[in-house]
């Protein structure tokens, strides 16, 4: 059977070798680096005990240096396998999700004219080159020394230049190539009246494409009018050349990406020139397109964590932003995205230039996670001075995270926006403080709220750690929430402010959010994480043995549940921030301030936790009228005393 022009070259570019091969071998642990893609192991052709089997997995190659046996991903599964070449097309095809195509034919004449065009496409390449030597290339040449490309470095690039009168159909026709085949490679176009063929690129110099095997595809025209409305041109899609499933640069690329360097992305021709030029060998560019689908997926083939280097204009952030929503639903763990933002108004080729290769080295090294840039899109010169403002940023985030499909890294996008949020809307600031810090010192990271010893001990005091009873109330909560769908939308942004502490909830409640409004949510939650870690979660006793759990499909009983859960989880954990907060605060100087925010934390720890029939003999009243327990109003009792007599935990050397 044969099979359709670039079919092969899809299915190879899909497919990690690393991981086909991983199926088969223990990989050296000590001779790899899965980073780069360096992969060694004990051969599996024949036996040998030193890991001898080498895999490329950036080139898609595997050679044993002890037998010499050598191939792609297609051919190890022949020999691995035992099966004819379909057959092992058929199953990484079927591993890759892509559909093989039905018996073609003509597919030999097809791959023939392909061929054909790539000559075709060579000899325009080499024309051009010459004509950069002509007196007719004068200004482009002189244009390219402006922008600091060296005669190398022009030849190094394959850079050319067509004529303003073109000039390239004329040879290649002289040349004996048939004129139809000119126009397929994308080379020359007919008129639109009168008939007759003409040079699609005229006055332009030229960028020649090639794709990862190192083929000429295509070119790229930049106009050497400043007043032309197209400055830069590409050819037309050809049976070769395809602009959403091409980068520039890609061999070349790869090849240094394997040997280490990092992947960037720049926007055009000479970005990617001069960064290769200055060291950035690993540096490739869309074709005059936002960047696809399918080429975000060639870059995660070349590296994990591809850096965007946009230009610093208006056009670069909004490709930098569309970018965003095209990589959310394709996201993996350890496969994303980090941003460098240009300085505003500056490429990456400009850079370079005005301020040097280790400018463009710092800010790679200060690329920022995918996440950081979708907040930065969503709250960017934007007031939230109302609860609608912020009601609406968070459904616009919540619909974002939405858009990710692994549950996990799901959880992991919630909990960092979750942060950033904490980080805006937060009432609480550091307290200006003077004199020397503390011994334990307050915690400067904003993405932490780490609980000092001295809080930590009072807190414990009053009864405050109590982690355990938090995660049963969690527990219920979760399994409330599943078992009642009816009800469970009334509650997603209770349950999107939930702090889960233990990561299996924090799992099943980014799944909840994601499925919230589904007819059947612990079916669609077990099609993310299977029936185990339900089953889990609703078998636990103090779970099974909750009115909402033993009287399912009431959904009355549910809603009560759940408002009194979250009440008294949301009222234990602020009582524990306040303490926190006031402990941190302490300088030995009594604060009436510290002493109010513990009576109100107090306060609403005694209303959440009212209806649990618990004995009333083991509850005093606090000063102002709220019930407490008598641990707890004990243990307050004397945290109060150190306040007001200065001896609080807080200070200096403490």
């Known amino acids: 059977m044969s099979l359709p022009p670039g079919f092969l070259d899809e299915l190879r570019n899909r497919l990690s070798l690393g991981q086909v091969v991983g199926r088969k071998v223990m990989w050296d642990t000590r001779k790899s680096n899965q980073g780069k893609g360096d992969l060694w192991a004990p051969c599996p052709f024949h036996q040998e005990k030193s890991a001898s089997f080498h895999v490329d997995d950036r080139k898609g190659f595997y050679y044993c240096f002890g037998c010499h046996a050598k191939g792609d991903a297609i051919s190890f599964v022949r020999e691995t396998e035992n099966v004819d070449f379909m057959e092992a097309v058929k199953i990484l095809a079927a591993e890759a999700g892509m559909p ?44 390219l020394a402006r922008r600091g490309l060296s005669v190398k470095a022009q030849e190094r690039w394959e850079i050319g230049f067509a004529p303003a009168n073109g000039g390239a159909l004329a040879h290649l026709v002289g040349k004996g190539v048939d004129p139809k085949l000119v126009v397929a490679a994308g080379i020359a176009a007919e008129k639109d009246y009168g008939g007759g063929l003409y040079d699609r690129f005229r006055g332009r110099i030229m960028f020649p494409i090639r794709d990862a095997r190192g083929r000429a595809i295509g070119f790229g025209g930049r106009a050497m009018d400043p007043n032309h409305p197209a400055k830069y041109y590409n050819s037309p899609e050809t049976p070769l050349f395809d602009k959403g499933r091409s980068l520039y640069n890609h061999g070349p690329a790869r ?9 960037v992305v720049a926007e055009g021709y000479m970005d990617v020139i001069a960064l290769s030029e200055a060291g950035f060998t690993a540096t490739v560019a869309p074709l005059g397109t936002a960047i696809t689908e399918d080429q975000l997926r060639m870059l995660w083939r070349i590296a994990d964590e591809p850096v965007i280097a946009l230009d610093g204009d208006t056009a670069g952030l909004r490709a930098a932003m569309r970018l965003i929503d095209i990589a959310l639903p394709l996201l993996e763990a350890g496969k994303s995205l980090r941003f460098a933002l240009m300085p505003a108004g500056l490429d990456p080729d400009d850079l370079i230039k005005s301020q040097g290769a280790d400018a463009m080295q710092k800010l790679l090294d200060a690329a920022i996670p995918l ?3 979708l907040w930065r899109r969503e709250t960017e010169g934007k007031v939230f001075d109302s609860p609608e403002r912020k009601a609406a940023l968070d459904k616009a985030l919540r619909e974002k995270i939405k858009l990710i499909a692994d549950p ?32 334990w010192g307050r915690n400067q990271d904003p993405w932490r709220r780490d609980v000092s010893p001295v809080a930590t001990s009072k807190m414990s005091a009053l009864g405050l750690g109590a982690a355990d009873e938090n995660h049963l109330r969690e527990a219920v909560i979760l399994a409330t929430l599943i078992t009642a769908p009816q009800v469970a939308l009334e509650f997603e942004t209770a349950l999107e402010q939930l702090e889960s502490r233990d990561p299996a909830h924090r799992t099943i409640q980014a799944s909840l959010l994601h499925h919230l409004g589904a007819a059947d949510l612990w079916a669609a939650i077990a099609a993310d994480l299977g029936d185990g870690p339900l089953e889990k979660l609703i078998n636990q006793n103090h779970v099974s043995i909750s009115p909402a759990i033993r009287r399912r499909g009431d959904a009355d009983v549910a809603r009560m549940c759940l408002a009194e859960e979250f009440a008294k989880l ?43 029939n618990e ?10 009228g709220t019930r407490m327990k008598r641990e707890e109003r004990n243990a307050l009792d004397q945290l109060l005393d150190q306040i007001l007599s200065g001896k609080g935990g807080g200070g200096a050397g403490t």
């Open 615 to 624: 004995d009333q003999a083991e509850y005093d009243l606090a000063d102002n």
């Open 570 to 612: 949301a009222a234990r954990r602020g009582y524990a921030r306040e303490i926190e907060d006031a402990v941190e605060d302490l300088n030995g100087v009594a604060d009436e301030g510290v002493t109010w925010r513990l009576a109100q934390a107090s306060a609403a720890v005694d209303r959440a936790g009212r209806g649990n």
């Open 255 to 263: 090849e240094s990406a394997g040997k280490g360097k990092p992947l």
């Open 100 to 143: 093989v195509p039905e018996r073609d034919p003509q597919a030999q004449q097809k791959a023939d004219a392909r061929a054909a065009l790539v000559d075709v496409m060579e000899q325009a390449v080499q024309w051009h080159r010459l004509q950069l030597q002509t007196a007719v290339a004068a200004d482009a040449r002189d244009y």
């Open 371 to 373: 996440v950081q840039l």
């Open 408 to 439: 996990s890294l799901r959880g992991h996008y919630g909990e960092a926006i979750k942060q950033m949020r904490w980080a805006l809307f937060s009432a609480r600031k550091p307290a200006q403080r003077k004199g020397p810090a503390r011994a």
